[in-house]
T-cell receptor, first 113, second 112 residues
Framework: DAGITQSPRHKVTETGTPVTLRCHQT?????MYWYRQDPGHGLRLIHY???????DKGEVSDGYSVSRSKTEDFLLTLESATSSQTSVYFC????????????FGDGTRLSIL | KQEVTQIPAALSVPEGENLVLNCSFT??????LQWFRQDPGKGLTSLLL?????REQTSGRLNASLDKSSGRSTLYIAASQPGDSATYLC???????????FGEGTQLTVNP
């Protein structure tokens, strides 16, 4: 298995609180991604990074920010959590080269009450 | 905007049956097409990746095909086993290192 660790694995918090999810990789891959998975929508890209301090928005980026200060860590922050952000969040990594798939972490289940 | 559709949404088969899962995409200008497996409460496991210039890829009992002109990919599972029960997802990659656009998946149950 690709060396991807997501933390925390589960979190319950209240509306309006800030939340930060962490993705840590040991593969030294260039690209890192944050997706959310919801019934009826499948997996959707939130943000991704193509290098240290280089990030870009995905299709559902509103309400989320990211930071990547080191190759191995990619943080996803919900500045003021809302109930619509209750979801399962997955981090993925890739080398970004032809013929190399993305590898996924085990996910973080986030509930916002 | 790329859209990916998977049919059927759910499939239940007896053990030993050969089966086909379908994936269609609207924009044929893809970089590659990836198939994943997801077990309940787990992340996604990569099964097969088909480059845009390829027609098919095989791994053990799995064979995936790609027809860019028609916007279709299929995942063929031979001699299905109860351990194959999972949700299977296909995803299209736009360019190298870019986003994956996922279908909603096919939930497969293989009955002993």
């Amino acid at each position: 298995d690709a060396g991807i660790t997501q933390s925390p694995r589960h979190k319950v918090t209240e509306t309006g609180t800030p939340v930060t999810l962490r993705c840590h990789q040991t593969e030294n891959h260039r690209y890192m991604y944050w997706y959310r998975q919801d019934p009826g929508h499948g997996l959707r890209l939130i943000h991704y990074s193509y290098g240290v301090k280089d990030t870009d928005k995905g299709e559902v980026s509103d309400g989320y920010s990211v930071s990547r200060s080191k190759t191995e860590d990619f943080l996803l922050t919900l500045e003021s959590a809302t109930s619509s952000q209750t979801s399962v969040y997955f981090c993925a990594i890739s080398e970004g080269q032809l013929n190399q798939p993305q590898h996924f972490g085990d996910g973080t289940r986030l509930s916002i009450l | 905007k790329q859209e990916v559709t998977q049919i059927p949404a759910a499939l239940s088969v007896p053990e030993g049956e050969n089966l086909v899962l379908n994936c269609s995409f609207t924009d044929s200008a893809i970089y590659n097409l990836q198939w994943f497996r997801q077990d309940p409460g787990k992340g996604l496991t990569s099964l097969l990746l088909i480059q845009s210039s390829q027609r098919e890829q095989t791994s053990g009992r799995l064979n995936a095909s790609l027809d860019k002109s028609s916007g279709r990919s299929t995942l063929y599972i031979a001699a299905s086993q109860p351990g194959d029960s999972a949700t299977y997802l296909c995803a299209a990659e736009e360019t190298s290192g870019s986003r994956l656009t996922f279908g909603e998946g096919t939930q497969l149950t293989v009955n002993p």
